[in-house]
């Protein structure tokens, strides 16, 4: 009797069991779709709260930036940076090689990215270097310039003086 109780017991649960997974697995197919589906939507909102980030914390009348560039000028070395708003440092870099070669193949670097007021501002950047001889080199730039309410965008350009093998610094203004 024991033994037909575990047959009839064992013939349910396969029957259930026969009926049950394909069901579990259609259910599962669908929460994973679903899953997929909120990934998806998770993603976009991420995307679309870094750009209402990006909105409030750089709005476009007062966004500033500075960047650097530098032409590949034999016998010049660039080692740092310091870069001032009015009295105030703002952004500074120490150069390392790789980041010196990347700048004379072409590259432009965002030394400093923030808020400014529109008005009139100077700026000043101290730039550091050696040359052909290993001689430290010290350039002093200093800028004025007046901020709207839009963007404002400034590079420290080093490029090579056509006269002589020298670097020549400026201070220019995006338009």
Same mark, same amino acid.
């Given at each position: 009797?024991?033994?037909?109780?575990?047959?009839?017991?064992?013939c349910?649960?396969?029957?259930?069991?026969?009926?049950?997974?394909?069901?579990f697995?259609?259910e599962?197919?669908?929460?994973?779709?679903?899953i997929?589906?909120?990934?998806a939507?998770?993603i976009e909102? =991420?995307?679309?709260?870094?750009?209402?980030?990006?909105?409030?914390?750089y709005?476009?009348?007062?966004? #500033?930036?500075?960047?650097?560039s530098?032409? =590949?000028?034999?016998?010049?070395?660039?080692?740092?940076?310091?870069? #001032?708003?009015g009295? =105030?440092?703002?952004?500074?870099?120490?150069?390392?090689?790789?980041?010196?070669?990347?700048?004379? $193949?072409?590259?432009?670097? @965002?030394?400093?990215?923030?808020n400014?007021?529109?008005?009139?501002?100077?700026v000043?950047?101290e730039?550091l270097?050696?040359?052909?001889?290993g $001689?430290?080199?010290?350039?002093?730039?200093?800028?004025?310039f007046? @901020?709207?309410?839009?963007?404002?965008?400034l590079?420290? @350009?080093?490029?090579?003086?056509?006269?002589? =093998?020298?670097?020549?610094?400026?201070?220019?203004?995006? @338009?």
């Amino acid at each position: 009797m024991k033994a037909i109780l575990i047959i009839a017991r064992l013939c349910v649960c396969l029957f259930f069991t026969s009926y049950a997974l394909p069901v579990f697995s259609q259910e599962q197919a669908q929460l994973e779709s679903e899953i997929e589906g909120l990934k998806a939507e998770v993603i976009e909102l =991420n995307r679309e709260l870094f750009e209402l980030e990006e909105q409030l914390l750089y709005p476009a009348t007062t966004e #500033f930036a500075v960047f650097v560039s530098m032409e =590949n000028i034999k016998g010049f070395t660039l080692q740092g940076i310091k870069l #001032f708003l009015g009295e =105030n440092l703002i952004g500074s870099e120490i150069y390392k090689t790789e980041q010196v070669q990347a700048l004379r $193949r072409g590259g432009i670097q @965002k030394l400093f990215s923030g808020n400014l007021k529109p008005g009139l501002h100077k700026v000043k950047a101290e730039i550091l270097g050696k040359d052909l001889d290993g $001689r430290p080199s010290k350039k002093m730039l200093v800028a004025e310039f007046g @901020k709207a309410r839009s963007s404002k965008f400034l590079e420290i @350009k080093i490029s090579k003086d056509k006269t002589q =093998n020298q670097p020549k610094y400026a201070i220019v203004e995006w @338009k």
